[in-house]
């Protein structure tokens, strides 16, 4: 996605109290997503879903190997800031394939792992029934 000069920008403030330079929602042109007046009922829904659908994903963050809850629980915080136009989509998207990176490497070093204890295990077998 390439945004050209010409794209209108969101005329909302971060809260950080910036000018938010998301790119506008499409048709109307003033706002993006996170800041369209229009919207503002919606978001609210879907902070109230939000809260419903905490719970769950913290248990479910929970279940996850702990140097995965950090990366999680990062991404949770760059999805909402991308939402609410505090974190450059452009930057979210560079944390989602480096975390992606991490989350590969993580899973190949326990493949390996569970690998070198099935040929452990396969080993023994085999001394044994000689
Ligand atoms: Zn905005």
Not at 125 to 130: K, M, P, V
Request: aromatic share 2%.
């Amino acid at each position: 996605m390439v945004a050209d000069s010409s794209s209108p920008r969101c005329q909302g403030i971060k809260k950080d109290g910036t000018a938010c330079q998301a790119l506008a929602s499409n048709g109307k042109g003033r706002f993006c997503l996170g800041h369209d007046p229009d919207l503002a009922e919606q978001r609210a829904q879907a902070r109230r879903k939000g809260g419903q659908n905490k719970a769950r994903a913290t248990r479910a963050r929970k279940a996850l190997p702990s140097r995965l809850q950090s990366i999680a629980e990062l991404l949770e915080r760059a999805l909402q800031e991308v939402y609410s136009g505090d974190l450059e989509p452009r930057q979210a998207t560079a944390l989602a394939s480096l975390s992606g990176a991490l989350v590969r490497l993580y899973e190949t070093s326990a493949l390996e792992q569970r690998m070198a204890s099935i040929e452990e295990v396969l080993h023994e077998l085999g001394r044994t029934s000689r």
